[in-house]
């Protein structure tokens, strides 16, 4: 990986329809002041550091607009 993101969201693609933000344990997750292209406002993880990479936003996003990465342990 070559972020230290734990949750990416594909902005362009993401339509607002905030079900991720329900379901994250951490409540980081909100949606963006900006506006995509499509007009939609995105969502996007705002404390990477509290994100535990438990998935829940990937399952529930109707749109597979999110990638969740779990560190690996050595």
Known sequence: MTSDKKVIFNEERCKGCELCTTVCPKEIIKMAEKINS????????????????????????????????RPVNK
Do not use: M, N
């Not at 007009?39 to 998935?55: F, L, M, N, R, T």
């Open 38 to 69: 499509h007009g939609y406002h995105p969502a996007e993880v705002v404390e990477q550091d509290k994100c535990i990479s438990c998935g829940r936003c990937a399952l529930i996003c109707p749109d597979v607009v999110i990638e969740v990465y």
